[in-house]
């Protein structure tokens, strides 16, 4: 594409006077077919002449550059990096300069895009720093962008830089979900919630920031927010992102079986997640080694998916359950201790002791999800001659 | 350009003379017995700030006179019995401060921090418990706290960054790491980060049998399970045990909270033999004291406790943490150290 550099910059410059923030954007992605364009990597393209007005032509000769050290073999990531970084804060110039204008928006959109994408080369490939140095340094600089974009409070709706927070926002938080400090989104949260156009943004931006949301509310033990916003997105999702609905289920599975909510497995086969129709049959049975058993079977896919420690919660519904069996069985409402501990001796707690039991019973106690009291001097549980076991979507 | 110490002694010369010359010595820095007599000096822990030049070479130690300074402090300085300990901590945590300073200073790669480093966190771990009893004006936590998670988190990075090499680590380095990877996950009981970081680990990590009682303590934490967190912190090593019985006090809170709804009965009372034996205490007295706090009934003969859901006073403090009996008994068997300097488990 373009065959020479002059080709290639006269175009960008048309792009940049018709104001076409789309065709620029593309002009300047790391995946375009341009990139293939071996014309185009010039070790120092300062030295072009060019009558591209600043800060664009930095923010082309960065992206020159970026080609170049990406052509190199074997890749020079962490000097591309480098360079979109520079061209990064060139955009940020760019936004500041333009006054009740955004088009823009999806130049910088991708540019914060590649950005990441080469932080997470760099991060992969590259040693001597501590890791995900790079990816927060990425995203200081998209908070560079963010911040130009939430200072514009003058512009009209429609030509207000405020429309591009939503897709930086969403940027962010895949960085911050990556290294692990999600404690950084709730600034940018705040920052959404308290848009007066918040309903505005495009449906995929709102999908993609209900997502992460949601898993975020999940993180701080916030369940009902948590289902909320991972329900919206789920419904919101179109049909044919099967892999994106399926991301989103991983996690709202769980958590509506941490509220008592079991999942159909018409729903689960459709999306290949079978292992938490397994995991609810062994929940629903009280079957703590059978439970323990897939956990461990699956470590591997639940640890990565970041739900492993939420999986690991359900244990005391496990137990609740399998207390309800005992209360099936003995038909009376009072119900000696020794027989709830043979019980879990019976479904692998082997070294289960009867000061352990005394200690699950009373957790599920002080939680609702049995009601009653234990009497240490009979030994024995005495529950509600009504409702017993509440259903937990209740509790 | 990195910069390299070249002094090979605990002080530079510039500072000790300055330090004599202005009577600016620490008592653990005058000769034994003798007064104004200067003794070994340590270098001080003086803040980075604009206006203060770049330190020069000859006042920089080299990265064996570092590990030197180290084992000084805690060979000599931490079982000197002329004071109370707390002295000691606040003359050495300010020597490991400068310490640390010239590690970042001097850039030290990860094998180098991680050497002079892990001793530092043992040396928190182990005053944090010691110094737990004192009065706030004589010791604050919050601080060693903070420096101990600092370091901590600092020396993990590090463990990332030397895993990604493929040269093998000697057998006692990794013992080592795994210590302190698992110090981290007591320090760190139940937090969402921390167990994250267990679960993603190495696997030669997650193997470790130390590790693995530390990780399943604080995944217990996580479930909600206390039986077994109080049961097992008592099995931990040393300045482990005794970093986690910080917590003793909190889970035996949140144990009695959850007995006060479990055990709800105007008649019925639950025997002191079984808390005590639940509750990991050394005598019905330390029980007594725990029911006052939190607005328990004792029976009148003394050998029973009656739960009341609505007496338990949630809003009032949790008792302090004490010196635990458990921990005591593990600690006076140690060669201190040995142990701070990572030469013995």
């Not at chain 1, 664009?56 to 360079?83: G, R």
Request: net charge positive; glycine share 4%; hydrophobic share 40%.
């Amino acid at each position: 594409m373009f065959g020479t550099v002059n080709n290639y910059l006269s175009s960008i410059s048309r792009a940049a006077e018709a104001c076409d923030g789309d065709t620029l954007g593309k002009f300047l992605s790391l995946r375009d077919v341009h990139v293939q364009n071996h014309n185009l990597y010039i070790a120092q393209p300062e030295k072009l002449r060019n009558s591209l007005k600043p800060p664009l032509d930095e923010i082309v000769t960065a992206h020159l550059k970026v080609l170049y050290y990406l052509a190199q073999k074997p890749p020079n990531y962490m000097e591309a990096y480098n360079q979109q970084a520079t061209s990064c804060s060139s955009v940020v110039k760019l936004l500041q300069q333009l006054k009740d204008e955004n088009w823009p928006l999806p130049l910088m959109y991708r540019v914060c895009l590649d950005l990441r994408y080469l932080a997470q080369a760099c991060e992969k490939h590259c040693r001597g720093f501590t890791p995900g140095n790079i990816l927060e340094k990425a995203a200081d600089c998209m908070m560079g962008c963010f911040r130009v974009c939430a200072a514009d409070g003058r512009a009209a709706e429609q030509d207000t830089k405020r429309l591009g927070m939503m897709n930086l926002v969403n940027q962010l938080f895949k960085v911050y979900f990556r290294i692990n400090k999600l404690h950084l989104c709730k600034p940018l949260i705040r920052a959404i919630e308290n848009s007066s156009f918040k309903e505005s943004f495009p449906l995929p931006e709102q999908i993609t920031y209900k997502y992460f949301v949601g898993r975020r509310a999940m993180f701080d033990s916030n369940y009902s927010m948590a289902v909320e916003d991972l329900s919206y997105a789920f419904a919101h999702c179109p049909e044919r992102f099967t892999s994106n609905k399926r991301l989103i289920l991983i996690y709202l599975v769980p958590v509506k079986m941490l509220l008592g909510y079991l999942p159909r497995k018409s729903l689960l086969e459709r999306y290949d997640l079978l292992l938490f129709h397994d995991l609810a049959l062994a929940l629903k049975a009280g079957n703590v080694n059978k439970f323990d058993e897939i956990v461990h079977h699956h470590e591997i896919v639940l640890i990565r998916s970041g739900i492993y420690l939420l999986v690991e919660k359900l244990k005391f519904i496990v137990y609740r359950n399998l207390f309800k069996k005992v209360f099936a069985i003995r038909q009376t409402h009072q119900l000696d201790m020794g027989d709830f501990m043979s019980a879990l001796q019976f479904v692998g707690v082997t070294d289960a002791s009867l000061d352990e039991t005394h200690c699950i019973i009373a957790n599920l106690i002080y939680e609702g999800k049995i009601k009653g009291y234990i009497s240490h001097a009979h030994n024995k549980l005495v529950v509600s001659k009504q409702n017993p076991f509440p259903p937990l979507i209740a509790t | 350009m990195k910069l390299r110490g070249s002094c090979e002694s605990f002080c530079p010369e510039t500072e000790t003379k300055m330090r004599i010359k202005e009577k600016l010595l620490n008592f653990y820095e005058y000769k034994n017995g003798q007064k104004n007599v200067p003794g070994l000096l340590v270098k001080e822990f003086t803040r980075s700030a604009a206006g203060v030049v770049t330190p020069k070479v000859k006042d920089m130690r080299t990265e064996e006179c570092l590990v030197r300074t180290v084992e000084y402090l805690f060979k000599e300085i931490c079982l000197d019995k002329r004071k109370p300990f707390r002295f000691a901590y606040d003359f050495i945590f300010d020597r490991l401060r400068a310490v640390r300073q010239e590690i970042v200073i001097q850039e030290f790669d990860s094998r180098q921090s991680v050497r002079l480093m892990e001793p530092m966190i043992m040396f928190l771990a182990y005053s944090l418990y010691t110094l737990s009893t004192e009065p706030i004006d004589n010791f604050d936590p919050k601080i060693c706290q903070q420096h101990l998670q600092e370091c901590l988190k600092r020396v993990l990075c590090c463990y990332d960054d030397l895993e990604k090499d493929p040269q093998t680590e000697s057998l006692r380095n990794l013992q080592r790491r795994y210590f302190i990877e698992a110090l981290y996950q007591i320090f760190n009981l139940g937090v969402f980060e921390a167990l994250s970081r267990g679960l993603t680990l190495p696997l030669h990590v997650r193997q470790d049998e130390v590790f693995k009682l530390a990780f399943n303590i604080s995944m217990d934490y996580h479930r909600g399970h206390l039986y077994r967190v109080l049961q097992n912190i008592p099995t931990l090593p040393h300045i482990m045990c005794s970093l986690a019985s910080l917590k003793m006090q909190t889970l035996r809170r949140r144990l009695l909270a959850l007995f006060s709804h479990a055990y709800h009965n105007k008649v019925l009372t639950v025997p002191v033999t079984y808390l005590i034996r639940l509750l990991v205490l050394k005598s019905p007295n330390v029980l007594f004291q725990q029911c006052r706090q939190y607005n328990i009934t004792v029976s009148k003969d003394r050998t029973a406790v009656l739960f009341y859901k609505n007496d338990y006073n949630g809003d009032i403090n949790t008792l302090k943490s004490m010196h635990e009996s458990f921990v005591n008994a593990k600690l006076e068997r140690i060669n201190l150290p040995e142990v701070l300097l990572l030469k013995k488990f």
